[in-house]
């Protein structure tokens, strides 16, 4: 489900996945969170909100956030 997304950094937390995406290819540029057997992939946060872009280059989760 997840091989599209050309993970750069990845942090597992409990039984989730959290990655940001290569934000070179825009259409799956953002942040992510995944269950670790590739289930219900949810977007966090997209590479552009609100005409501002972002560009990740570290990820840290905090309590499940």
Do not use: Q, R, W
């Not at 940001?20 to 540029?29: G, L, Q």
């Not at 946060?45 to 499940?64: A, C, F, H, Q, R």
């Amino acid at each position: 489900m997840v091989e599209k997304y050309d993970p750069v950094d990845i942090v597992i937390y409990n039984n989730s996945i959290y990655f940001y995406s290569d934000t070179v290819k825009a259409s799956t540029a953002g942040i992510f969170k995944v269950n670790k057997d590739g289930s219900n992939l949810t977007e966090i946060m997209l590479k552009k909100v609100d005409e501002t872009t972002y560009y990740p280059s570290e990820i840290s989760v905090l309590n499940g956030d």
